[in-house]
Every structure is written in structure tokens, then in C-alpha cells.
């Protein structure tokens, strides 16, 4: 991953939406469906800003996934 598609803040590592949709397999747009019902913790760091979700919430997803199969 490009360091452009991920952050570091406080100590969690935060991806950008098109990167999280690549992770998963995914677009972009059903990403950020996913984002509320799924528990995706998600921030700004600037108003208007690019979305970033954390990398701890993308595990935490892909382990329900995994444990639903």
C-alpha cells in the first residue's frame, strides 16, 4: 500500500476508502454502504475531507465475514 492510501494518527492506522476497497475486494461505493451497518469505524481529519477508515474496524470485518462462510 502507497503511503498517499494510509496514516497514521494517534497510534491507528487509517486507510482511505479506495484502499479499504481494494483490501476487501470491492468498489468504492459499497464501501461506504458498508461503512454504518457493518461497524466501519470511519474519520475526517479535515472538514470536507477525504474519509479514512481504521484498519482495526477492516480486520474486525473480515473476521464476521470469514466466520459467516
Do not use: C, D
Amino acid at each position: 500500500m502507497s503511503v498517499r492510501n494510509q496514516k497514521v494518527h494517534e497510534g491507528k492506522i487509517y486507510y482511505t476508502v479506495a484502499a479499504t476497497a481494494r483490501l476487501l475486494g470491492t468498489t468504492a461505493p459499497k464501501v461506504r454502504q458498508l461503512m454504518i451497518p457493518e461497524g466501519l469505524e470511519w474519520t475526517n481529519f479535515r472538514v470536507n475531507g477525504q474519509v479514512w477508515i481504521s484498519a482495526e474496524s477492516i480486520t474486525a470485518y473480515l473476521r464476521r465475514k470469514n466466520n459467516k462462510a
